[in-house]
């Protein structure tokens, strides 16, 4: 049984299932399907993704840490507990300004 079907059968803390490394970005799967994906994302101080677009809306849940997000230009600072949304074919970057975990969720648009 692979790590990910052992995320669907019993509860897991969320915050736990990705650690940390240094000077990296590291991202695990947990849910992909024809609906979309779920990925957690943990970067380390001062790493980031340089702005890019996604072809569908996507939801960010902090779950550590804090980073700042732009969107179009506009910068969002986000920290533990909060969400934001990443709206489809709008460019986006990400910076994290501590330690931080993320879960994104990518929701496919249905024709």
């Known amino acids: 049984m692979s790590e990910q079907d052992q995320i669907a059968d019993e509860a897991k803390e969320l915050v736990s299932l990705l650690q940390y490394q240094d000077d990296s970005i590291v991202s695990r799967v947990l849910l992909k399907n024809q609906g979309g994906t779920v990925t957690l994302f943990a970067f380390d101080k001062g790493s980031g993704l340089s702005e890019h677009t996604a072809p569908f809306d996507a939801l960010v849940a902090v779950i550590d840490g804090e980073a700042e997000i732009e969107i179009v230009g506009k910068s969002h600072k986000v920290r533990t507990g909060e969400v934001l949304k990443l709206p489809a074919n709008q ?3 990400v910076r994290a300004t501590s330690r931080f975990k ?9 024709a």
């Open 91 to 93: 460019p986006h970057a």
């Open 102 to 110: 993320m879960l994104l969720m990518m929701i496919k648009a249905q």
